[in-house]
């Protein structure tokens, strides 16, 4: 098959050949028809994980159609339309039984732990655990977000934060996890805030949902949330992963609000400072986001195909295998508008 691999941490991704996949006993090989590309993604190349190791495909939001099966699968059938998200479960330890299967103890992340879908096929481990059958409704392209970052968003306002009509939603970073985030919460019904430090990424937001979008190049958007909700906003969701942009959205909730963390803190930004005076005195919740079971896809699906939200909107660019490697540089600089979406393989 053909796959962007690369060498050596921040080289290059040239395309080439590889031996297919094999499914194992009850896994699925997955033709990819569609894969964006991440800021995790990103990280691995930068080697910020130590789980990857070069030579490596990186890889891991993704759509396309089952071509292969191991014997014991048992939910699914060849040419399926289907997604997966990032973080594979077993399906037998405590976790996984207790419906958290994106908590597994034995968690398998494509592009991570194994190659990913910078490819024309990628793995997928315990098929009848992790694969999602896709809705006709849903192109591939629209729907490779689904394993990642708009099922990240998802999981996010709905699970952690139980965002609730008319209330207001702070984003902070409108790339691909906070324009989801805000389209999500738009469809909701809350009043959404988005920020970012790249004034360009606004108008796109504002499309999205947003009621009020903020330039943080140029205002301090602790004291802009401020202004705009009087009362500090009632969820905020740090869709970076910077402590800066971290401790801003905690320290721009109102009494009793609660902060998510979705956006990952890696390398030497993994243990940032955070501002517990402020959670203690309005009785802030703080808590994380690791990506969503797939146990809840039905909820995400049924969300989605309500016709509430047209995801492809989200989409900024659809690239070749080939630009892979200058897209991962672009991440770096947070350079995307949009989401960038691999549709030729
Ligand atoms: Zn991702
Ligand atoms: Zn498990």
Same mark, same amino acid.
């Given at each position: 098959m053909r796959a962007a691999q +690369?060498?050596?941490? !921040?080289?290059?991704?040239?395309?080439?050949? %590889?031996? *297919?996949?094999?499914?194992? *006993?009850?896994?699925?090989? =997955? !033709? =990819?028809? /569609?894969?964006?590309?991440?800021r995790s993604d990103w990280h691995a190349w930068m080697g910020h994980d130590p789980t990857v190791h070069p030579p490596h495909v990186p890889g891991h939001e993704f759509a396309g159609e089952v071509v292969a099966l191991g014997k014991e699968v048992r939910g699914h059938q060849p040419g399926e339309r289907v997604t997966a998200p990032f973080c594979c479960g077993c399906g037998r330890c405590e976790a996984c039984a207790s419906g958290h299967q994106n908590l597994c103890h034995h968690e398998y992340q494509p592009g991570f732990d194994g190659p990913g879908s910078f490819a024309e096929y990628v793995f997928v481990p315990h098929a009848d655990v992790n694969? =999602?059958? %896709?809705? !006709?409704? %849903?192109? +591939?392209? !629209?729907?490779?977000? %689904?394993g990642c970052r708009f099922m990240t968003s998802f999981a996010a306002l709905v699970d952690k934060a139980r965002l609730a009509p008319g209330e207001t939603l702070a984003v902070f970073g409108c790339g691909g996890l906070g324009l989801s985030a805000v389209m999500i919460g738009a469809a909701l019904g809350a009043e959404v805030i988005a920020i970012d430090v790249d004034p360009s990424k606004l108008p796109?937001?504002?499309?999205?949902?947003?009621?009020? =979008?903020?330039? /943080?190049?140029?205002? *301090?958007p602790v004291e802009a949330v401020w202004n705009l909700t009087r009362a500090g906003a009632q969820v905020s969701l740090d869709a970076v992963g910077d402590p800066g942009s971290a401790a801003a959205a905690v320290r721009s909730l109102g009494r009793r609000g609660r902060h998510v963390q979705a956006g990952l803190l890696l390398g030497g930004q993994a243990h940032p400072p955070m501002p517990m005076l402020e959670v203690i005195k309005r009785e802030l919740t703080v808590v994380g986001v690791h990506g969503m079971a797939a146990s809840r896809y039905p909820a995400l699906l049924a969300f989605v195909t309500a016709g509430r939200l047209d995801v492809g909107r989200l989409i900024g660019r659809r690239i070749g295998l080939e630009d892979a490697g200058a897209e991962l540089s672009a991440m770096g600089a947070f350079a995307q508008q949009g989401l960038s979406i691999i549709t030729r393989f």
């Open positions: +690369f060498q050596a941490f !921040e080289g290059p991704l040239p395309v080439t050949q %590889l031996p *297919d996949p094999e499914p194992g *006993d009850d896994g699925a090989v =997955v !033709e =990819v028809r /569609a894969t964006g590309v991440c694969l =999602v059958r %896709l809705p !006709e409704v %849903l192109g +591939f392209d !629209e729907a490779a977000s %689904l796109r937001a504002a499309d999205l949902g947003a009621r009020q =979008v903020i330039d /943080a190049s140029r205002t *301090d």
